[in-house]
């Protein structure tokens, strides 16, 4: 049938989709163009019905024919379409009314498989751009902060140098350029990398893959080195620290910005200085050799000094040391000056656990009682005028050793308190000071007086001394065991011949008599001075006993206090030199008696009680 045809073929033609011309009454394709052909595997043009090309839901397609007959316009994507050979279609079917026949209608079939890969061409052409456009912004993004921040850049005193995603250097600011010796031009636009950092100090090379400056861009993260070298033009190495830093344009990873600073120098002074301390080391290991063998030598020189005598009283000395020595025991040992007090102390301290640490021997007598607080104590600066740096006291010196508190009677009543709380609770605080310093110690006391009676006088109080007097070790008055007299006078002179450097003299029995008999108001010390002067003077290979106490001094206190021995001393002294002056002769005129102005019997008794013998006056 000869239809009027609305729409020239050529029109058709130029529809840039598969388009069809139908009469709907007939089911007859008018007029397709070739795209439609194509779509729908038909070989003519025309003459060929359409429903066969509805593979499903015929219905949904009269109901859309007949919208298009009411609206004149329709477009749907639920009817499945076919082609010739019944390959499935996947189309969008626009239909527009054609004239004034309700029959004529155009339809349009658009391959929407062939839009979605319009739509993927289209995005991934999107992609690209956009792609060239990062890139280009990327550049301009450097430029920019280049531009923005040179003078601060340039101000800077680190190192600064941006990459950008593909390691090139986009900027490099002055200290850089000075630090490593090239120029802008010489890295801009250039693989950093393989200009500076190339390889380790070791002389090992440093792949790029390896480097942190690209991982921190490759995986955004900030990397921080502490020691690594970047290579100068000149082939030098710096050692550099540095931190690299992704950065990013509107979100998107524009490159590293790298901030480093040539710590050659400072590697260089840790090196002096771990030399240096190297050294100090060494020397300190030196010295506390050194050290550990004038300990030995001390030792030995003590074992000179060796407790000598054979008497029961030094017998329980030494049986009273051996027993305490091993133990924390606070010690008490009183006696006579001379007797060896601190020699006791000395050996229970060399005995202890402690005896690799110092034993502190503070004489209370030997300091003023103003200066005594302070010397125990210690200070800190300006705690009092004079005190012009800090100072540890006696106290902290002795942490972990023994504290030697000799003469302890002597020690102020209003510091008794302060010093027992120290020792009790075992922490110190310095004059002028806040901080409570912790201290192990051991005390060793020694007392001249008994302690009792100062107790009891209230001179002294009752709280330390029972803290003190754990355990008591009485050292004996010379004169108490004379027997120790020979071993100790035969040992002072072996000692005095060897300091001397002289032949050892032979001590005649009567010397040892002198000896024995004599009083010895100054116990073993006044012994070994008696024996040290004697070797001196001795001539002839025998010893001269001198007994004659030295002069006394003119400093002598004249409010001090003598001692009961002390005063009997004096006293056998002053009959000695009145038998000296009376040539022995005792009673009448010019006799010693006389001179003494007392009876020739109490003068005769005195002598015998005071074992004076002719030896001593002669
Ligand atoms: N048994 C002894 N064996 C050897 N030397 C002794 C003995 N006793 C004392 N000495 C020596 O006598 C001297 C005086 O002793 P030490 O200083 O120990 O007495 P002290 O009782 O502490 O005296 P002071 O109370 O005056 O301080 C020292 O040189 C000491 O070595």
């Known amino acids: 049938m000869k239809t009027d045809i609305p729409m020239p073929e050529s029109l058709l033609e130029a529809v840039p989709h598969a388009a069809l011309v139908l009469d709907t009454a007939q089911d007859q394709v008018i007029a397709a163009n070739r795209l439609a052909m194509q779509l729908l595997a038909q070989d003519s043009a025309s003459g060929f019905a359409f429903a066969p090309h509805i593979a499903d839901n015929f219905a949904g397609f009269l109901v859309c024919l007949d919208e298009l007959a009411h609206r004149g316009r329709v477009w749907r994507r639920d009817i499945p379409l076919q082609d010739q050979n019944r390959h499935p279609l996947h189309c969008e079917l626009r239909g527009t009314q054609i004239g004034q026949s309700p029959h004529l209608v155009m339809l349009t079939l658009i391959d929407l498989n062939e839009m979605l890969r319009h739509d993927q061409i289209a995005e991934a052409g999107e992609v690209q751009r956009l792609g060239l456009l990062e890139w280009q912004r990327a550049q301009a993004f450097f430029s920019e902060l280049e531009r923005q921040n040179q003078l601060i850049l340039n101000a800077a005193g680190e190192g600064i140098y941006g990459v950008n ?23 801009l636009g250039r693989d950093i990398h393989s200009m500076i950092h190339h390889h380790h100090l070791s002389g090992e090379a440093y792949p790029a893959h390896d480097c942190p400056i690209y991982q921190s ?53 840790e090196r002096k200085l771990r030399d240096a301390m190297t050294e100090v080391q060494a020397l300190r290991e030196q010295v506390e050799q050194e ?34 020595a091993g133990t924390e025991a606070t010690v008490l040992i009183s006696g006579e000056a001379g007797t060896g007090k601190a020699l006791v102390a000395s050996a229970i301290h060399k005995d202890s656990a402690r005896r690799r640490r110092s034993l502190i021997h503070f004489k209370c007598s030997a300091v003023t009682s103003d200066a005594i607080e302070a010397e125990l104590f210690g200070h800190i600066r300006g705690a009092f005028p004079g005190a012009l740096r800090d100072r540890p006291g006696m106290l902290e010196l002795a942490h972990n050793g023994t504290l030697f508190l000799d003469d302890v009677d002597e020690l102020p009543l209003s510091l008794q308190g302060r010093l027992l709380h120290a020792l009790q609770e ?72 060897k300091r001397l450097n002289t032949k050892m003299p032979t001590i005649s029995r009567h010397a040892m008599e002198k000896l024995i008999s004599y009083h010895w108001p100054g116990n073993v010390r006044e012994l070994q001075n008696v024996i040290d002067r004697s070797s001196i003077i001795s001539t002839g290979g025998k010893l001269q006993v001198d007994l004659a106490p030295p002069p006394l001094q003119d400093t002598h206190d004249p409010t001090s206090v003598m001692t009961d021995a002390e005063m009997t001393s004096v006293m056998r002294a002053n009959i000695v030199n009145a038998l000296r002056k009376a040539k022995g002769k005792v009673a009448g005129s010019q006799g010693a008696a006389d001179m003494l102005m007392v009876q020739p019997t109490t003068l005769y008794s005195r002598i015998k009680k005071l074992r004076i013998q002719p030896e001593d006056w002669l």
């Open 291 to 324: 050290n550990a063998y004038l300990q030995e030598a001390i030792a030995s020189e003590r074992a000179h000094h060796e407790i000598i005598g054979s008497s029961p009283a030094i017998q329980d000395v030494l049986s009273r040391i051996e027993r305490v």
């Open 217 to 269: 861009f490759r995986y955004e993260q900030v990397n921080r080195i502490e020691d690594e070298v970047f290579w100068r033009k000149d082939g030098k190495p710096i050692r550099v620290e540095y931190v690299s830093t992704p950065i990013y344009d509107q979100n998107v990873l524009a490159g590293a910005v790298v901030i480093f600073r040539d710590i050659t120098e400072r590697k260089e002074n």
């Open 426 to 497: 075992g922490s110190v605080t310095r004059l002028g000071d806040t901080r409570a310093r912790e201290i192990s110690i051991r005390v060793i006391a020694a007392s001249r007086k008994p302690l009792e009676t100062l107790v009891r006088r209230g001179q002294f109080r009752e709280e330390l001394f029972m803290f003190l007097n754990v355990f008591p070790i009485t050292c004996q008055a010379l004169r108490e065991r004379r027997e120790d007299i020979p071993p100790l006078a035969a040992h002072f002179l072996t000692l005095a011949c």
């Open 165 to 187: 995603a593909d390691g090139k250097t986009t900027f490099v600011n002055r200290a850089a350029r000075e630090m490593l010796g090239w120029s802008a031009e010489d890295l």
